[in-house]
């Protein structure tokens, strides 16, 4: 019987050298490729960025009509804050709504003031602080009422009380800095250091106005009622819409034109060394004395905004000039008062604030009070003071501005010669315009400080022909 063999299958072993060949094969092929890898990927770093679209800009500058200012108030108040409302509100140029818990007596409100709409119902919504006022939810919900309505070409929303009496075109200037289209928080803090400590270093209080980008607005008014529920152990409006923009990581952006105005009494102090930013707003004007001798309220800022009209970008912005001859240092407050003072005063001492105002806090001493800028007493003796000639009149045509200040007697002072003569002064300047670009540098005023100098020393050539 012939034999048969199977067909099994045959294993082939590796022997320990070929082993070794194959692994270093493969560890060179690894090799090759990883240098490969990073071969591309540095000749892709070394290629020149891809070219990004420009960053879109508006088609036009931002203007009086880009800006809806949303004014908190109340059926009691809006008749008696008619003549701050009508300083800076022009039916023509400015869009402004006011927001009242009811309308007042008497119906719609004259032409010449901002329209108004009765607020939205805010009972549901929990106010536990302490002897505080429910109306702080109606006003913080302004914001969302304000974006809610929809009005076309808005680029900022404004907030402000109805005695709040805002510079509309040195708003815009500043506004101008800021991409409409981004996330912007805009105001500033209270003067007074025990006001910030109470509510918050870093909120826009709400008399002294703030500005929202309209981006950001819209955000924020889609989540604002389920947020205000959070805060309903806060006092006022703003310190809830500060809360609420921090949810959203948006911090403030401090601008020093915004003014609180924690402060009663005397503005003479504040007005005469305003810092080199532009006037944007004042705020609490009924707490404050008139800001011209031999005039009401109402009269005072009428005239101050006399010279608004005609130079809103050089309104309250101190130039200082030395007099050598006569030895005499000239500070211009444009548009309000000119101090004269005997002697050289070092510039440091003419930037800090004198101590004419009191306290907003009833009952606490001048001297206690702690403030968020530099300070200089405010000297007791009526002899010791500047002589200050305040605003009389300004005129205005194609060759420049020429405004009249006419001076303060005060008392029986011994005076030189020359103050002892010297009735009014007359300053020549021309009409300020904010380059947007300087605004935004770090030396954003000091341009225009020197340009007001130099126009400004036609007073030195006054005081001597006396």
């Known amino acids: 019987m012939p034999s048969s063999s199977s067909s099994c299958p045959v294993f082939k072993t590796l022997s320990p050298s070929r082993l070794k060949n194959l692994l270093l094969a493969l560890a060179l092929f690894c090799i090759f490729y990883l240098l490969l890898s990073n071969y591309r990927r540095a000749a892709f770093l070394l290629q020149d960025p891809p070219v990004l679209p420009p960053q879109a800009t508006p088609a036009t500058p931002t203007s009086r009509r880009h ?19 009508r300083l800076w509100y022009s039916p023509n140029s400015t869009r402004a709504i006011a927001f009242l818990d009811r309308l007042p007596d008497g119906g719609e409100p004259a032409p010449d003031l901002p329209p108004t709409v009765v607020s939205e119902d805010t009972s549901r919504f929990p106010y536990t602080f302490p002897g505080g006022l ?42 101008s800095k800021y991409d409409h289209t981004k996330w912007y928080y805009i105001g500033s803090n209270s003067e007074s250091y025990e006001q910030n400590i109470k ?13 929202i ?116 240092t000239i500070s211009v407050s444009w548009g309000y008062a000119v101090r004269v003072f005997e002697g050289n005063e070092l510039l440091p001492d003419l930037l800090a604030l004198q101590r004419t105002f009191t306290p907003w806090r009833r009952g606490i001493s001048a001297g206690s009070s702690h403030y968020m ?43 030189g010669n020359t103050l002892k003569n010297l009735k009014k002064i007359t300053v020549f300047s021309r009409k300020l315009e904010h380059d947007i670009e300087q605004l935004a540098s770090a030396g954003a005023m000091k341009s225009s400080s020197l340009e007001a100098e130099a126009a400004l020393m036609t007073i030195l050539e006054l005081l001597k022909s006396k």
């Open 67 to 85: 800006l809806l200012f949303a004014v908190a108030s109340s059926s009691l108040s809006f008749p008696r804050r008619r003549t701050y409302l």
């Open 134 to 175: 429910r109306s702080a939810i109606r006003v913080a919900r302004v914001v969302k009422e304000a974006v809610d309505r929809g009005e076309p070409g808005v680029r900022w929303y404004v907030f402000g009380d109805d005695d709040t009496v805002f510079f509309v075109d040195n708003l815009v200037s500043v506004l």
């Open 199 to 211: 509510h918050s270093f870093d909120m826009a209080f709400g008399g002294g106005g703030f500005a």
């Open 213 to 328: 980008s309209r981006s950001l607005a819209v955000a924020l008014a889609r989540v604002l009622d389920s947020c205000l529920v959070r805060y309903s152990h806060l006092y006022g409006s703003d310190a809830r819409i500060f809360s609420c923009l921090a949810e959203l990581g948006v911090g403030l952006t401090h601008e020093p034109g915004f003014h609180q105005v924690d402060m009663r009494g005397n503005l003479f102090g504040l007005l005469t060394a305003h810092p080199l930013s532009p006037l944007v707003s004042l705020h609490h004007l009924d707490a404050v004395d008139p800001i011209f001798p031999d005039m009401n309220r109402t009269q005072g800022w009428e005239l101050l905004f006399e010279a608004v009209s005609v130079d809103p970008a050089r309104v309250l912005q101190q130039s200082v000039c030395y007099d050598r001859t006569n030895l005499l």
């Open 373 to 415: 800028f530099n300070m200089r007493e405010f000297p007791k003796d009526p002899c010791k003071r500047p002589v200050t000639f305040f605003l009389h009149s300004i005129l205005s045509d194609e060759n420049g501005v020429q405004s009249n200040y006419e001076g303060q007697i005060v008392g029986h002072c011994i005076r």
